[in-house]
């Protein structure tokens, strides 16, 4: 069975300050990968995706990730924050053999001071 | 508003009663999740559909739960005999599918529920 790990529960950034938030998987097999962020009363909305390809995919607002294979990781990355970035954000794994079975990180709570 | 919907948005129960939530999923879509969450945690797979059929449950879901997708559009979701221990945010979910191969699920408000 897959599993998320996001080693980071609470992130505080002054803004402009650079933002990495870590995520690891477990799984032996192929997956695809998804971060999605969660701002204050709203739903769970995608950031962004791998499936195949350059391993360093660019999302919406400015976000980024880098899947590193060896490392099983799918790290999310901005330059620089800004106070709207204040969120929740999940990293989520799908295994390629099984498209319904997704897995999500407890997810890290961004708070960006402005 | 032509994202995924969820009825009702709140939930307030009895130990013991039993309870329905609705998803509507976006019309085009084939697949539709079922998920739940608790405070500090990210969203449990539930359960998932490729139209009407349901294809796959967790271990998690007890046989108190079921779920529901007769026409392959809306889904249903009870829980029988609520418990304490079912008070969670249950959100639903909805992608369009090709081939297996897994895509953006896109995500309702989720329905809370608070079982007293």
């Known amino acids: 069975a897959q599993s998320v790990s996001q080693h980071n529960h609470h992130v505080i950034l002054s803004e402009a300050a650079s933002l990495e938030l870590g995520c690891n998987y477990s799984?032996?097999?192929?997956?695809?990968l998804f971060w999605y962020v969660q701002y204050p009363g709203q739903h769970l909305q995608l950031l962004l995706k791998y499936f195949s390809g350059d391993p360093l995919v660019k999302g919406i607002k400015g976000f980024e990730a880098e899947f590193i294979k060896s490392k099983f990781s799918f790290n999310l990355r901005k330059p620089s924050v800004q106070w709207s970035d204040t969120a929740e954000y999940f990293c989520a794994v799908i295994p390629n053999t099984n498209a319904g079975k997704s897995t999500f990180g407890d997810g890290t709570t961004l708070t960006v001071k402005p | 508003d032509t994202g995924v919907s969820q009825n009702p948005r709140h939930k307030i129960t009895k130990r013991g009663q039993n309870v329905t939530f609705r998803c509507d999923p976006i019309?085009?879509?084939?697949?539709l999740y079922w998920y739940r969450q608790t405070l500090g945690q990210g969203p449990e797979f539930l359960t998932y559909?490729?139209?009407?059929?349901?294809?796959?449950k967790s271990r998690l879901l007890s046989d108190r739960f079921s779920a529901e997708r007769p026409k392959g559009s809306f889904s249903t979701l009870e829980i029988q005999r609520t418990e304490q221990g079912d008070s969670a945010m249950y959100l639903c979910?909805?992608?369009?599918?090709?081939?297996?191969?897994?895509?953006?699920?896109?995500f309702g408000p989720g329905t809370r529920l608070t079982v007293l």
């Open positions: 559909f490729q139209n009407e059929a349901q294809l796959e």
């Open positions: 979910a909805s992608s369009l599918v090709r081939g297996g191969v897994a895509d953006t699920q896109y």
């Open positions: 019309s085009e879509h084939n697949r």
């Open positions: 799984y032996g097999g192929t997956v695809n």
